[in-house]
Structures are given as C-alpha cells and as structure tokens.
C-alpha cells in the first residue's frame, strides 16, 4: 500500500493507494499517531482495493487512538462497500464517513455537514452514491 499525504490549508489529507495489509496498515499506524495525532486528517480510501483481514486491525486501531488523544480529528471518505461493512462491525465510536474528500474537508468547519455523517459503531445506515 502506498499513502500519499496532501496539505490542504491545515487539513492533512492521506491517501491510501493499492493493497492494505499488516505490515503496510502497521507502518501507516506508527507514523499517523507519529506525525498527525494533534491534527486535522483525511483517510481517503477511493484509490484503496483490498484490505487483507490482517490488515483491517492495525487500521482500526489507528483510528482508535485517533479518537482517543486530546484534539484529535479525523474523517475518512470515498469508502467501497466491502470497506464500510468492516466499519459497521468495527469497534471505534464516532466515526464519520463522507462521499468524497471535498465534503470531508467541508465538514471540519461546517457542523451541518458533519452531523449528517456522524456514524454509530452498530446499526450503521448510510448510503454512498
């Protein structure tokens, strides 16, 4: 898996290009907490075409501590659907899913757009066109 890191204005935007697997989803999670933990971060999944079932645990406990440290902000977008079925049996509360990086940048400073997309960990509804 390649991640490619775009500055837009203060929002980092990662995105996650190829095969997602441990070793891969790992080195991604040791630098994320490395580098982004106090910031404003995008996960762009559009340009994502696998995830190996070993590589989903690293990613999920990124996203965990993410939510954990103090200020930290992240959203993800342009998720596949065998992606979001992971999400809907995920242990992470709070996370939000946009269709694209656009409406996830739009989010971080309009609280509209960001109540439409907050998730529940169960039970999760959501319709990506």
């Known amino acids: ?10 929002i980092f935007v990662v995105n996650l290009i190829g ?6 989803a790992d080195s991604l999670k040791q630098r994320c907490l490395k580098n982004f933990a106090d910031q404003a ?14 590589g989903i645990t690293p990613f999920l406990e990124l996203l965990t501590e993410l939510s954990k440290v103090a200020g930290s902000r992240f959203k993800i977008c342009s998720v596949g659907n065998e992606f979001l079925r992971l999400f809907e049996v995920g242990a992470v509360d709070g996370i ?3 269709r694209d990086v656009n409406e996830a940048q739009r989010a971080f400073t309009s609280p509209d757009v960001q109540a ?14």
């Open 19 to 24: 095969q997602m697997d441990f070793e891969s």
């Open 96 to 98: 939000e899913i946009y």
């Open 41 to 54: 971060i995008i996960f762009n999944l559009q340009k994502l075409n696998f995830v190996g079932s070993s």
């Open 1 to 10: 898996m390649e991640a490619r890191v775009e500055n837009f204005n203060g």
């Open 116 to 129: 439409m997309a907050r998730l529940k960990p169960f039970g999760l509804k959501l319709t990506i066109e």
